[in-house]
């Protein structure tokens, strides 16, 4: 048992005392924006072999070493090829690390046999000035109990590694939440071995292409052997045996509601409160939210505290996240915990396809259901043809809104100028309009074996919560203009106007699965994205 040193990141000399620590060899757990590292000097084996000590982490499962400025890459690196220092530009500091043939500088300790090293540049500030200060790349593995779920606060670390090594270093809590993604870049194409927050997607459009080994998805086959030693271990598990819902939101909702008494429930808020106050509460052990079911951003965040949290419950039941895209990381981490124990709640695809005006998203879509023989549901022309019919929803829009009345319809013009000036009244309207189209939606749904849903306010009108995949359209601001100014025959002022009272571009990067630009090309890798996009 060693006395474990709780050192602040809030104080430069306690951080002067970590990064002491380790260049005498000592392991000092410390914050970086992913999850809490184990760090030891990645140039002295004899400290690194106690890392693996203080984890119980098996022998053959290689660490990655963390630098702080590009230049040690030519000391870890037989070559540096022009991939990397692309993907650096791009992604460093942050959440990537990259896979190269290794030199004879590196260790065995680190590289465990392997001939290649990881190497990876955080963001963390408190990260970058340990490393900077030991003056030395760092080897860190996540600083959890082996197999355990990692840790993302100061806590999860206390938890699992007070009494083990010579300090915690603390620095809140880690603000990406599921560990880097690793890109094996020896190979002409860079091949994804573990997905986290740099996506798939976002590599190819630095390089051109990008691929996610099999074995990410899948789990190992029968005898196959592993890219990454760390593929073939249980990890990030709790002692409790998980189990994982993956469809559409609404349906995976339902499923997980039959949890079974003492179980655990990992939701999406928009359920919890449902959970928690269903009369079935007394059955459930504890209900864990992990975020709007659309931002994959919280989920990462979350879902190591939430599988930690639930621990110890009869079985835990989780609501899984879509997995392509932005919620690769969090599905894949999910899956390792609960061993690829999950249940499909939704059928067919429902592919939700969004965007704001002239971004080309309807255009996009047409092509998807060219690809894939899918009826598309046009929220924008359902809506036209209820407000025609002066049905239920008209009713109710003239009753909320009487001076639009023009002999029984709804004077849209009028309309469209009240809620254009008064916020309140568009979200009067839209406290309307948004039920009836989601229930068109649903029937569309129902009705086709597949489908494609085109519409401008997907989230917030929770028809994203009936779809197995969401894929965001975005454009360059002149291209929108001009398809506006065309389409619409509105001047600039005007339609710079609708495109100011619209989500900006990060909305959907933050919201989708997927984003695509089309700024003309549209249907340039399609099918491939396709593809993707239908994968239950
Ligand atoms: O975000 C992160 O990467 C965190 C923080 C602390 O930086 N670190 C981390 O390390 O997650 P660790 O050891 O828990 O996971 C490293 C993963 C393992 O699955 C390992 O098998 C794989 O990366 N890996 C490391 N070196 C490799 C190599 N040379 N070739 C293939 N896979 C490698
Ligand atoms: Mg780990």
Not at 190 to 205: C, N, Q, S
Not at 269 to 298: C, I
């Amino acid at each position: 048992m060693i006395k474990t040193r709780f050192l602040s990141g809030k104080d430069n000399n306690e951080i002067a005392e970590a990064a002491q620590i380790l260049a005498r060899g000592g392991l000092c757990a410390i914050p970086t924006e992913t999850v809490y590292g184990l760090a030891a000097d990645a140039y002295n084996g004899k400290a690194v072999a106690k890392i693996f000590e203080a984890k119980g982490r098996p022998q053959d499962n290689p660490l990655i070493v963390h630098i702080e400025k590009l230049d040690r890459l030519y000391d870890l690196w037989e070559e540096v090829p022009e991939r990397a220092l692309k993907l650096a530009e791009a992604f460093w500091p942050g959440p990537l690390t990259m896979v190269m043939t290794k030199t004879d500088k590196v260790p065995r300790e680190v590289s465990c046999g392997l001939d290649t090293v990881g190497v990876r540049f955080p963001e963390h500030p408190i990260a970058r000035k340990v490393i900077q200060l030991a003056d030395t790349p760092l080897a860190a593995p996540s600083a959890n109990l082996s197999g355990k779920p990692s840790p993302t606060t100061f806590a999860h670390v206390k938890e699992d590694m007070d009494g083990r090594i010579d300090a915690i270093l603390e620095g809140g809590d880690c603000f990406v939440g599921v560990e880097s993604t690793v890109v094996d870049i020896t190979g002409d194409v860079a091949r994804i071995l573990r997905p986290g927050a740099i996506t798939e997607e976002m590599i190819a459009d630095v390089l051109g292409n990008a691929f996610t080994d099999s074995a990410v998805e899948e789990g190992l086959k029968e005898g196959e052997k592993p890219r990454s030693p760390g593929m073939k271990y249980r990890h990030y598990a709790p002692a409790s045996p998980v189990k994982l819902f993956c469809g559409a939101p609404d349906d995976t909702a339902k499923k997980v509601m039959d949890a079974p008494a003492g179980a655990a429930v990992i939701c999406f808020n928009e359920y919890a409160y449902g959970y928690e106050y269903a009369s079935r509460l007394s059955a459930v052990s504890k209900v864990s939210p992990l975020g709007n079911s659309w931002d994959h951003a919280m989920h990462a965040r979350r879902i190591f505290d939430a599988l930690r949290s639930c621990d110890g419950a009869t079985a835990i039941y989780v609501q899984c996240p879509r997995r392509m895209g932005a919620g690769a990381g969090s599905v894949n981490r999910l899956m390792r915990a609960a061993g690829f124990n999950f249940e499909k709640c939704t059928q067919y695809p429902v592919i939700g396809v969004t965007g704001r005006s002239g971004s080309g998203k309807s255009y996009i879509a047409k092509l998807l259901s060219e690809e894939l023989g899918y009826p598309v549901f046009d929220a924008d022309a359902e809506y036209k043809k209820m407000l025609e019919s002066g049905g239920e929803m008209t009713r109710k829009i003239l009753q909320a809104f009487p001076s639009v009345n023009d002999k029984g319809k709804v004077d849209r013009r009028a309309l469209a100028k009240i809620v254009f000036e008064d916020k309140a009244a568009k979200e009067l309207l839209e406290s309307i309009t948004h039920p009836c189209v989601a229930e068109k939606a649903s029937e569309f749904i129902k009705n086709s074996k597949g489908c494609i849903l085109d519409v401008p306010l997907l989230h917030e009108s929770g028809i994203g919560r009936l779809c197995t995949a969401v894929l965001g359209v975005i454009a360059d601001e002149d291209v929108k203009l001009q398809r506006i100014m065309i389409r619409d025959g509105i001047d600039v002022t005007m339609a710079k106007a609708r495109l100011a009272a619209q989500s900006d571009d990060k909305f959907y990067y933050d919201s989708c699965d997927i984003t695509v630009r089309n700024n003309g090309e549209g249907s340039k890798n399609l099918s491939k994205l396709a593809q993707k996009l239908i994968k239950l």
